[in-house]
């Protein structure tokens, strides 16, 4: 019957680990670069990484019981609920989130932003093209969101009017060119 319960007395120790697992998964993905995300935050990924390992895992490992697997399963869902909240705070969300980049600035393609983000120049110039921009001086800017898309602003006149969100995005990015906030 232990394939059903398992030992009883160590799932505090399990749902200690996978706490811990989870917060190590978040710290280790954080560090990483966001390409390797796609559209996920880091907290979206980190919880699917690693439901799918205990759910395999639990599924085929004779020494793991179907309890053990329970209890590290739910505690790694109420830890990614936990965390997706906190994400509302700004603090919070500074350390689990990527901040806003600014790739290119009037024209000009950011080589050090490029070099942070862990892009290269023909990446940048590849998703500008699919987006149907063939010319850089026509591009304002590009700003790299934290979930890992472009945003490519292509008003080109210095005295237009940025608008709103781009604004907001400018206010939020780091190192943004001078005199853009």
């Known amino acids: 019957m232990s394939w059903l319960a398992g030992d009883w007395t160590h799932l505090g120790a399990v749902a200690g680990k996978a706490a811990l697992i989870y917060v190590t998964a978040l710290a280790a993905l954080r560090l990483g670069e966001r390409r390797t995300l796609a559209q996920w935050t880091i907290v979206d990924t980190v919880a699917a990484v690693a439901v ?16 053990t697997g329970a209890v590290a ?18 603090l919070f969300r500074h350390l689990t989130d990527h901040r806003i980049r600014v790739l290119v600035a009037d024209g000009k393609v950011r080589r050090h932003q490029l070099m942070i983000c862990g892009l290269t120049e023909s990446d940048l110039l590849a998703q500008l ?13 590009v700003l ?14 210095p005295a237009a009017e940025l608008p709103d969100l781009v604004r907001v995005g400018l206010r939020e990015a780091v190192d943004v060119p001078a005199g853009e906030t």
């Open 73 to 90: 399963l739910i505690t790694l869902v109420a830890m990614h609920r936990l965390v997706s909240g906190l994400r509302a705070r700004p």
């Open 144 to 157: 790299y969101e934290a979930k890992g898309g472009l945003t490519v602003v292509t008003e080109v006149h």
């Open 52 to 67: 799918g390992a205990i759910v395999g895992r639990t599924a085929i490992a004779s020494n793991q019981s179907f309890v």
């Open 129 to 141: 093209r699919q987006r149907g921009v063939f010319e850089l001086s026509r591009v304002r800017f």
